[in-house]
């Protein structure tokens, strides 16, 4: 009669009380334990019963199914961020470049549009403190008000922020008409509010994901920074 072939214990079929059990290698060393033990059932068939019921109250809690409720949670919170991402362009608050921007996101940098609009939000509140020094000088000098102005319309262009980039083209046509504050103040109220909104819209994406980056709510209007635990800094 041919010789057995030995089974390995990271491999095991075990025929209890009619019963076939196949389990692979488990990391827990009580779960490992008890598979060593289960290998004597040839030469112990009395503890069948007593070993069969311990492995299963071990091993249930390690394949404990995911509760329903996770992915009808999950699913509603992936709804709620395509609605506040689609009124952004329905608001035309955002135009295309903002896509661009999302299609140059991949696996490898799961965080990369939040962190391009940290950065530029942070490089354009610097340049809005700028632009508030320079309206207060009397007579104004348009050439360095231009200057600001170009420097901040590129970088709020760069994210898609169509609205705040409109109102970019109006305060220099009111500066060259010597009445810019007021538009400058729309301008301002503009970048505030689509900087909330953006906030509330990537606090949502990182409740969907693990991911921890940049958070707009560092950037203060005045382009300084809040305490926090991220990296980034202007």
Do not use: W
């Not at 729309?186 to 990537?202: C, G, I, P, Q, V």
Request: contains cysteine; aromatic residues 8%.
């Amino acid at each position: 009669m041919a010789e057995e072939e030995e089974e390995t214990p990271d491999a095991l079929a075990l025929s209890i009380s009619g019963v076939t059990l196949y389990y692979a290698a488990i990391s827990s060393p009580t779960v490992s334990l008890l598979k060593a033990q289960m290998l004597k059932l040839s030469i112990c068939p009395t503890c069948t019963a007593s070993l069969y019921s311990s492995f299963f109250s071990l091993v249930s809690p390690l394949y404990k199914p995911l509760d329903p409720n996770h992915y009808m949670e999950r699913s509603q919170l992936l709804r709620q961020i395509n609605s506040m991402r689609q009124s952004l362009f329905d608001q035309g608050l955002l135009d295309e470049q903002f896509v661009q921007l999302e299609e140059l996101q991949d696996d490898a940098n799961p965080n990369f549009v939040e962190e391009v609009v940290t950065l530029c939000y942070c490089d354009s509140s610097r340049l809005i403190l700028n632009l508030e020094q320079a309206l207060k000088k009397s007579p104004l000098d348009l050439n360095q008000l231009d200057s600001y102005m170009q420097q901040f319309k590129g970088s709020i262009s760069s994210i898609g922020a169509r609205k705040v980039k409109d109102q970019c083209t109006l305060f220099r046509e009111y500066c060259t008409a010597g009445s810019g504050e007021g538009t400058f103040q729309r301008l301002k109220k503009e970048h505030t509010a689509l900087r909330k909104k953006f906030e509330a819209y990537f606090q949502l994406k990182r409740q969907a994901g693990p991911s921890q980056v940049a958070s707009l709510s560092q950037v203060k209007n005045d382009g300084q920074t809040k305490a926090s635990t991220s990296n980034f800094s202007c």
